[in-house]
């Protein structure tokens, strides 16, 4: 008899609503190593999963956005705590994809810094990007800034840091997300993290599969406000824009050659904000 | 038609409602629902895939079957105007919708909504007798009825008195039914069972039984003040029983199932439900409808992505 313990092998799912199902389509594939060695089955998502995404996004964006700005920094913070956590696993992974040792610690180091500065702008934004505005008038005048809505991001080849560059900032102000991702490694794991976080269900949904056949649905999808075409394949982008013009998303290209690594700046926050002006009379 | 034989006549009806005694001998002879097996029946014709031009068709079948119904204290004329305008026209930018069987409302409301929907094709139904407990003087509930027949309401849907039936009264229940059908003169008469507090499908059974030995025209799961309120498997049994009814006395009666009916995949299970169990002669509006308000909302997400090929959103729709 042998004493050798058999491998304890992980399906990576997808993550809608807090929950991780399958594919509604029952569709999956195999996920290699860098040497072709089998890592995984992973779920590929179809439409309809995409439609679910949404409706998951959708009812989690009264709850999320009404939160306190402070709040929301503290979740954000609470998954940063997470990560820290989990850093191991992280740094096994990005080395199954073929990172080195050094490189792989430097990422997942980086995408969990990246993470906690996000977390410390949710209560910073709306002092940066609104304002009270001299009129004239008795009036006070104030812009605040607002969440836009469901977001739709196609996320970067950058499995990590770059995957949560797109979604950290997206949720800091009070969005939700429908995330796809082609890398099940370790977009799922960072799943995880959020499902045992504090995070409300719905607010972040990742869908792995291909982004080609998912982000035409993503893009005319009706009920989405705002798209992110950061890993969208290159011959789509401009389809994707067209169709997002439909219902007047607010569309966010960046350039392909983006340095996830570089100060991202405060542009991924105010990208998918909306700006709200209210008159108040003075007195009286 | 089935080619059955009518096995009961005027006289044989007559002979089970003479007494008491033997009306309770007819509904406790009717053979008793298999619980598991009506379960797993109804479980797996929800399994059916209807897809494409099938699809689209069950959608429009749906809609023009939907009983638009608003049933709450804070009802106000202007919502019964709006919902009655949405009937007319579920969705305006699409003249090809088509519109909804009736719209369905408080008594006190029908004048406004018959207002509302002169000339539109779209009837009145009113909830009456005492909705949803049904606990009032049978004078009050048959004054609550014959007002909204004399303010246009073309149906009428009333509650049992689930007391009485649950205490083995089945003589009571019955001649209230008897007494409103009377009030509703040409109105037709919805007869509303309360599955949700009837407990078992023997009983589901026994009622709809009585309710149609009584004259209903239709016989309707639920008021949805209750949960459970209509599910798959308790209306598996009610149709069974308008089709064993038609069979033996050659008069159909129609089904409703009425509340937890929200979205397009449960609309097309019940049509699927009807086809396979009373059969095709059912699926009409005439004869099948579905009580609700938010399905139709989502039937015409539905049909839209049909005909433009892209996810809509609550945004495109009213708020009801």
């Not at chain 2, 009837?198 to 589901?204: A, G, P, R, S």
């Not at chain 2, 009916?261 to 299970?269: G, L, P």
């Not at chain 2, 989502?298 to 495109?316: A, E, F, I, N, S």
């Amino acid at each position: 008899m042998s004493t050798e313990r058999v491998n304890v092998r992980k399906t990576y799912k997808l993550f809608i609503g807090g929950a991780f199902p399958r594919s509604e389509s029952g569709r999956s594939y195999v996920v290699t190593d860098a040497k072709g060695k089998f890592v995984a089955n992973a779920s590929r998502a179809s439409r309809k999963d995409v439609r679910d995404a949404v409706v998951a996004a959708r009812k989690a964006f009264g709850g999320w956005s009404s939160r306190t700005a402070y709040n929301r920094g503290q979740i954000l913070y609470r998954v940063a705590e997470m990560l820290e956590g989990r850093k191991a696993q992280f740094v096994d992974e990005l080395r199954s994809a073929g990172m080195g040792r050094a490189p792989a610690a430097a990422e997942v180091d980086a995408a969990i810094d990246r993470w906690v500065w996000y977390a410390g702008w949710t209560d910073k934004i709306g002092a940066v990007a609104g304002a009270a505005n001299p009129v004239s008038g008795p009036y006070f005048n104030f812009s605040t800034p607002e969440p836009t809505g469901v977001v739709g991001v196609l996320a970067p080849a950058s499995p990590l840091l770059g995957l949560v560059s797109v979604i950290a900032p997206v949720i800091a102000t009070g969005n939700t997300c429908v995330t796809v991702t082609e890398s099940p490694l370790p977009s799922i794991t960072l799943a995880e993290v959020l499902a045992t976080s504090d995070l409300p269900g719905g607010v972040v949904n990742l869908l792995t599969g291909q982004a080609a056949e998912l982000a035409p649905w993503l893009a005319s999808h009706m009920d989405v406000n705002a798209l992110d075409l950061a890993g969208a394949p290159a011959e789509l982008a401009t389809s994707l824009e067209q169709a997002a013009a439909e219902n007047l998303k607010r569309v966010l290209r960046p350039a392909a050659d983006t340095d996830w690594t570089a100060d991202p700046g405060t542009g991924r926050l105010t990208a998918f904000l909306e700006t709200k002006t209210v008159w108040h009379p003075v007195g009286v | 038609m089935t080619a059955e034989p009518i096995a009961l006549d005027r006289q044989g009806v007559d002979d089970i409602v003479s007494s008491a005694a033997s009306l309770r001998r007819f509904l406790h002879g009717l053979p008793g629902v298999d619980q598991v097996g009506a379960q797993e029946r109804a479980a797996r014709l929800a399994t059916r895939s209807i897809k494409k031009s099938a699809k689209a068709e069950a959608i429009d079948l749906a809609i023009s079957m939907v009983d638009l119904t608003t049933l709450e204290g804070a009802d106000t004329p202007g919502k019964v105007r709006a919902m009655c305008a949405k009937a007319a026209h579920p969705d305006p930018s699409d003249p090809s919708v088509p519109r909804v069987a009736v719209v369905c409302v408080y008594s006190d409301l029908v004048a406004e909504a018959v207002r509302a929907l002169r000339g539109t094709g779209v009837g009145v139904a009113s909830v009456a007798t005492a909705f949803p407990a049904g606990r009032a003087p049978l004078d009050a509930k048959l004054a609550d009825t014959r007002r909204a027949v004399e303010d246009g309401a073309t149906e009428i849907d009333m509650v049992i008195d689930r007391g009485a039936f649950l205490a083995g009264d089945h003589r009571k229940v019955f001649d209230e039914i008897v007494a409103t059908k009377q009030a509703c003169g040409d109105a037709h008469l919805k007869v509303i069972l309360e599955t949700g507090e009837l407990v078992t499908y023997d009983n589901v059974r026994r009622a709809s039984w009585l309710a149609m030995l009584a004259g209903a025209d239709f016989i309707k799961t639920s008021t949805g003040k209750v949960a459970p309120a209509a599910t798959l498997p308790v209306t598996l049994v009610m149709l069974e029983a308008v089709r064993d009814f038609r069979a033996q006395t050659g008069r159909q009666v129609g089904v409703k199932p009425a509340g937890g009916i929200r979205t397009t995949k449960d609309a097309i299970k019940y049509l699927v439900l009807v086809n396979e169990t009373a059969g095709p002669d059912w699926l009409t509006p005439e004869w099948f409808r579905l009580g609700a308000s938010s399905v139709l909302n989502d039937l015409l997400m539905q049909r839209r992505k049909l005909t433009t090929g892209v996810y809509g959103g609550p945004d495109y729709q009213t708020l009801d």
